[in-house]
């Protein structure tokens, strides 16, 4: 039983017993008091009887209408004349019966009066014994009158009562309540902070757990911080703080080999020339703060457009990651004059050629590299800031226009999309989840969710493609009854009628949401947190799964991390590339599962391309697996993940 029903529970007994307890004292008192003086009545009444009797002639007929007069005054249920040896001289009874009182109430207060007596005279000798006993009919109205008043006044005092008492329960409740949401949250790894109330014990109890969450957001803000300290000792070059080379490899590998709308974008490189000569004309400081420069530099392209990623290959060679960008002129330009920015404001003149190509899915990286590398060395020869960009060959484009790609893409959304079933494995080789990436049929083809996503989100299609994947997500789970993970893009967070949409469809199947499990990529927690935690919360209220994907080491540095409510999250495959053999990466993934473990988040590996990977992450602490080596004995062999 609750506290609260409780404290109602003891404030009704106390009402009741205080009420049952009154009116009991009261009537038991009343009831005295009455007895007394219908006794003493009695006797007063009989006495005065008595003495006018005593003084009258003694004729039976006198003394009978005498009686009769006197009982008549309907003051008297009996009255009766007795000789000395008790025989009956005379006697009237009236009826007991009384209308305007229950029966059950005279019979509870039955009225215990002896009859008065006092003895007649006849000169000197006795003439008889009069008894005498009082009607008790208006003794039992007054008595019901007086206790029907004293429950209605109970009544009113009660009523006044439980207001004033729901009003402190309500007071006492709201606390109470938030305490409660607060200590749930906080075993949901959700830190928040509650107001305090003004009652002393319950302001007490609320400052503790106050305490506790505050000491432990910042014991997991520290961890964060160990871990990203970790992470730059680790992967980031000490002179311009950008990745160094196995790791922005490994961050291109996981692009070529995405399902998401980063599977294609641009690549480039920049180059500084003869930097030996450089160091020697301008020192090692000098040079130093030029490529910390020409780092930021990158940054700000990055920035610029969209979230890139930009690493130092070796002392001269810089490279960009751009995913989603397929505009060569305006990112070729954008580069450029930085370059040449950054170029003429040095002491030295300095050359810095540049190089650009498009990626897509599927491609090799050796081979992405060596002609990326070869075409920027073409621009070193061209000298000073020279740029050269890397034609696609026509084979690998669907469409070359955007009327081409839109028309295209609404007419496969309408013919229908397909889902992809790509398995994630906990330790014992159990499922977890499917996950679910999209195909549409472009040229005859089911084409990859890579191939598309770029021109969806270019087209601002994602909401309409995001609704047609739940739907089919939901009649999957229906047939099969496994669970599945759906994708949704950051562009749909911000579309009011896509979350609405979402929500509904979801109540609409509410005996399978705990069987749909929500992802999206690590940038919409990073841009948009709280559009995130509202959708995080109402899902959650449904019985819903959300996470995030494609999760990197920055993974601590989200905004808000333990209020989002996430259930897992998805680390990047980058992270995992043979991570077998990588001690350093070891170090870094198992301070991530620490991490989401403290904050109760599912760890799960993306892009895992062997089973000794796998038994590796598991050791680290991972929860789950998943990708190219991943297969699922059920699944009959599908198990190749794009992830």
Known sequence: MSLIKQLWLTIAVLLLLAFVGSLLIGVTSSRHYIEQEVRIKNNDNANALALSMSQMEKDP???????????????????????????????RVASEHIDDVPGWFVELVRFDVPPGR??????????????????????????????????????????????????IVSTIRRPLRNVVSQAQAIGQRRFTMASEPRTRELREVVQAMNQLSQAVRQMLGEESDKLDQLRRRMQHDPVTDTLTRAPFLDQLQAHLKSEKDDASGTLAMVRVARLAELNQQLGHAATDALLAQLARRLEQLAGTHGLGTVGRLNGSDFAVILPRQHDHDAIGRTLRQHLETLSGEQAVSASLPSALCQYSQGESRAELLASLDGALAAAEARGDNAQEVVDLPASSVLYTRHDEWRQALDDALQQGISLAHYPVLDSKGRLIHFEVPSRLRLKGEWRPAGVFLPWISRLAKAPTLDLSVVSAAIADVETSGKAVAVNLSAESLNDGHFVGELLSRVRTHQAIADKLWFELPQSAAMQQPQALKTLCHAL??????????????????????????????KIDGALSQEI?????????????????????????????????AAETLFELGLDGVTGPGIRHSEDGGSGESGE
């Open 580 to 612: 077998e053999n990588r001690s350093d990466q070891q170090s870094l993934l198992r301070g991530m599962a620490t991490l989401a473990h403290s904050l109760g988040i599912t760890a799960i590996a993306e892009g895992v391309e062997n089973q000794e």
């Open 118 to 167: 006092a003895v007649v005279q006849d000169g000197w000798q006795q003439y008889g014994t009069l008894e005498l006993a009082s009607q008790h009919s208006f003794a039992y109205r007054s008595l019901w009158r007086s206790s029907l008043e004293l429950a209605g006044w109970f009544a009113v005092a009660g009523v006044i009562s439980l207001l004033l008492a729901s009003w």
């Open 61 to 91: 007929v006198i003394l009978e209408l005498l009686l009769a007069a006197q009982f008549d005054t309907g003051h008297y249920q009996h009255i009766a004349l007795r000789d000395p040896q008790g025989e009956l001289i005379e006697q």
């Open 540 to 569: 959650l209220g449904l019985g819903c799964r959300v996470g995030l994907e494609h999760v990197s080491t920055q993974f601590g540095k989200i905004e808000g991390l333990q209020d989002l409510g996430l259930s897992f999250m």
